[in-house]
């Protein structure tokens, strides 16, 4: 049915599809709904799109496994090829468990978990201080830092499900990546060094240090990537249980689980709400 917004929805759309955007009806339509009839707003929001920034920093959100998440401007925005990786750590996550997402960013993957295993503690990590905003506003409980550093030294060893998406892009891979990434996205969210393992290796000895026996990591990474971690994960006792790969058959992530160490203790719902449980016993 034609609205009254139809011809600017139209205008903005074929100015987006100049511009290179792909679906650039849809993001049209999300775009004139969003500036509600004022055109001002309106300008803003296209220009910025049409220079590049990706959409969900020019509306402010995106969706992740159902969800609205909040992206600030600056944050990665959080891709839907990572949801059957964060649908399977729900599935591993026990109702009372302990999860740790590393390299949270906007937090997506932290916020699923919570909200799906509410009486869960989920903690998240993240080097860049606006990830971590980003990350509060989703209100998920961040700390700043480097990969494991800031997790509380209690739950050393005491962790059912590790997740990550840390950078993995080799450098010499971000010229051709799409333009919303390479020219927008920050570096240190995509750029995993010479050979992209440089954090997806510290990825694997910071689960050695975090998981519990049988506790798992879910990781993810890129095409034959797995194969260069063999030696991290044999260091860290981690052997690979599933690979998930995408409709194409394209690698996209490992299921790891950790062979040694302490078993669970148990549940460990017995602690004021918000609280970091004691499992050093
Ligand atoms: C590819 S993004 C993934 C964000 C989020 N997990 C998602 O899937 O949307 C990688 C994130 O890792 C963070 N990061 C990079 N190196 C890190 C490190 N050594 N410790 C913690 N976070 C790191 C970046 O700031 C960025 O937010």
């Not at 799906?116 to 990590?125: F, G, I, Q, S, Y």
């Not at 440089?198 to 049988?214: I, K, N, S």
């Amino acid at each position: 049915m034609r609205g009254p917004t139809e011809p600017v929805t139209r205008a903005v759309s074929a100015r987006l599809a100049r511009a290179g955007c792909v679906a650039a009806h849809e993001e049209a339509e999300e775009l004139v709904a969003l500036a509600a009839d004022d055109p001002l707003v309106l300008e803003t929001l296209v220009a910025r799109r049409a220079a590049g920034e990706p959409l969900a920093w020019v509306t402010g959100t995106t969706r992740f496994c159902g969800h609205s998440v909040v992206v600030h401007r600056g944050v990665y925005v959080p891709r839907w090829q990572t949801e059957p990786m964060a649908r399977r750590a729900v599935a591993l996550l026990p109702e009372r468990g302990v999860a740790v997402d590393l390299c949270t960013g906007s937090g997506a993957v932290a916020a699923v978990l919570a909200g799906a295993r509410p009486a869960a503690t989920v903690l998240a990590t993240d080097l860049d201080p606006a990830a971590c905003a980003c990350a509060a506003a989703n209100g998920v409980r961040v700390h700043h830092g480097d990969l494991d550093g800031p997790v509380p030294p209690n739950l050393a060893g005491a962790v059912d499900v590790v997740t990550a998406v840390p950078p993995y892009v080799p450098t010499w891979a971000l010229p051709t990546l799409p333009s919303d990434a390479r020219d927008h996205e920050p570096p240190l969210a995509l750029d995993g060094g010479h050979d992209g393992m440089a954090v997806l290796r510290r990825v694997v000895a910071a689960a050695g240090r975090l998981l519990r026996r049988d506790g798992t990591l879910l990781v993810e990474l890129g095409a034959d990537q797995d194969r260069l971690l063999e030696g991290a994960l044999a260091t860290a006792q981690l052997v690979v249980r599933r690979r998930l790969v995408d409709a194409d058959g394209d690698l996209r992530a490992v299921e790891v689980v950790r062979t040694q160490g302490r078993c669970r203790d148990g549940p460990v719902a017995e602690r004021p709400a918000g609280s970091v449980p004691n499992l050093s016993a």
